[in-house]
């Protein structure tokens, strides 16, 4: 009996939906990308290729480059802080206010951004200080990013086989601060670095409430970005397009790659 090849390989009517969609899905990048890098896109390539725009780019805008990654960094920073114990006292809690409330923690994300920030600033917008620091973006993106880091640990935090395991760790004496930090962090460790990464993505990409939020002073990356589309030739619109790429790229593929050695340690 011959062994069954479909069982063993994706059918081929799947691989072609698949190669059809990420042609699809990554045409428009190419695109994109280049159109930055010609000289003149109404000729295409036969323009010629050059760094110009790039260039301009990095002068007009290369500091909210890194006010983009302090900000994500920062919001992932708080969310571990706050969103981990938050999912935890979640997990556990048997009440129904404790499932109203994670609902309602949902609530940011189902809400458009400008409506969020609209609310924040309505909210804290007369202090002066805060209202136009880059603290103010960063609240505003976690009030959008926490919703994701806490539903993904609080998943994690549910499983039996977790409770079962803190319970014995009660049974042999072991405190809350090292159930919590020696038992039960380490066991939903993959868990983390997953929201970790999902809420620095967010973070970086986040246009609709950081777009409502920030000042003149107080640009982000994205921001930046829609400021050339509108006010600046498509060229340059496109090479920021590649800034964002060049930058963002190697850090999600670094974090993969940490979250993917976390996870073959630690397991699921």
């Not at 010629?48 to 301009?56: K, P, Q």
Request: charged fraction near 10%.
């Amino acid at each position: 009996m011959s062994t069954p090849r479909n069982a063993r390989q994706a059918p081929w009517l799947l691989i072609a939906l698949t190669t059809l969609v990420a042609f699809f899905m990554l045409a428009p990048i190419a695109l994109s990308v280049m159109t930055g890098l010609v000289v003149n896109y109404s000729k295409g390539l036969a323009s010629g290729l050059t760094t110009r725009w790039l260039a301009e780019v990095w002068q007009l805008y290369g500091g909210t480059v890194a006010s983009s990654l302090w900000i994500a960094l920062l919001c992932v920073v708080g969310n571990l802080l706050l969103g981990v114990p938050c999912a935890y006292a979640l997990a556990r809690s048997p009440s129904r206010a404790a499932r109203w409330f994670e609902e309602l923690l949902t609530l940011p994300v189902a809400v458009p951004g400008l409506a969020s920030a609209l609310a924040l600033i309505l909210a804290y917008g007369t202090l002066s200080g805060f209202r136009q620091s880059f603290a103010f973006i960063l609240v505003g993106h976690m009030v959008f990013t926490l919703p994701f880091m806490v539903r993904t640990v609080g998943a994690a935090f549910r499983k039996g086989e977790l409770r079962a395991l803190e319970e014995a760790a009660r049974s042999l004496g072991a405190s809350f601060a090292q159930r919590f930090l020696g038992v039960l962090v380490p066991a939903v460790l993959p868990a983390i670095v997953a929201g970790s990464l999902m809420v620095f993505t967010l973070s970086v990409g986040e246009f609709n409430l950081t777009w409502m939020l920030h000042t003149p002073l107080t640009r982000t990356l994205p921001v930046g970005l829609a400021d050339s589309y509108a006010s600046m030739r498509i060229e340059i619109g496109s090479a920021y397009t590649l800034v964002f790429l060049i930058v963002i790229l190697p850090v999600l593929w670094g974090l993969q790659a940490i979250g993917a050695l976390i996870e073959k340690h630690h397991g699921t």
